[in-house]
């Protein structure tokens, strides 16, 4: 089993950047990919991004492709999402998951584990 917890949410200004970090503790962090998304209230839960068990592979929604990256880094067992040019529409709460998955995909749904999450806001 692995934990998981996000930090670095906060309250930005339209067109800023924050960085999301996700520390995982358990078995071995290079045996999961890693994913992202994110819930604004009244919505469902949205996928934003994931990477690979070497990050040889990102995936990312439409609406943040351009504007978001994913990186991890398997020696600090933390996987990271780099938010620029952030929008009012981007505000929610956002958590990372993890799956085992020896295989070299990205995820957009059938996650195991979850982090309680963290909340972005973004100021018009």
């Known amino acids: 089993q692995v934990q998981l917890v996000e930090s670095g949410g906060g309250l930005v200004q339209a067109g800023g950047s924050l960085r999301l970090s996700c520390a995982a503790s358990g078995r071995t962090f290079s045996s999961y990919a890693m994913g992202w998304f994110r819930q604004a209230p009244g919505q469902d839960r949205e996928f934003v991004g994931g990477?690979?068990?070497?990050?040889?592979?990102?995936d990312y929604s439409d609406s943040v492709k351009g504007r978001f990256t994913i990186s991890r880094d398997n020696a600090k067992n933390t996987v990271y999402l780099q938010m620029n040019s952030l929008k009012p529409e981007d505000t929610a709460v956002y958590s990372c998951?993890?799956?085992?998955?020896?295989?070299?995909?990205?995820?957009?749904?059938?996650?195991?584990?979850w982090g309680q999450g963290t909340q972005v806001t973004v100021s018009s």
């Open positions: 990477i690979s068990r070497y990050g040889v592979i990102t």
């Open positions: 998951a993890a799956s085992v998955d020896y295989r070299t995909v990205v995820l957009r749904a059938g996650y195991d584990y």
